[in-house]
């Protein structure tokens, strides 16, 4: 998100703990939103995390592809 809206996510954790790994997901889910995504678009910080809906993962980055 930082290469197409600089600054959008101002902190990123670089440790393996669960918490920061669910932190980074939802600061990125964050700057979708400001970045101007539309919300039906967007996917939730467990359906990464924990792969409970890849599938809508793969919408949003195609979304935020295009």
Known sequence: MNKLQPGSVPKINRSMQNWHQLE??????????????????????????ESGNMTQVQVSLLALAG
């Open 24 to 49: 980074n997901l939802s600061n990125f889910i964050k700057a979708m939103v400001s970045y101007g995504m539309n919300p039906v678009d967007l996917f939730e910080a467990n359906d990464l995390f």
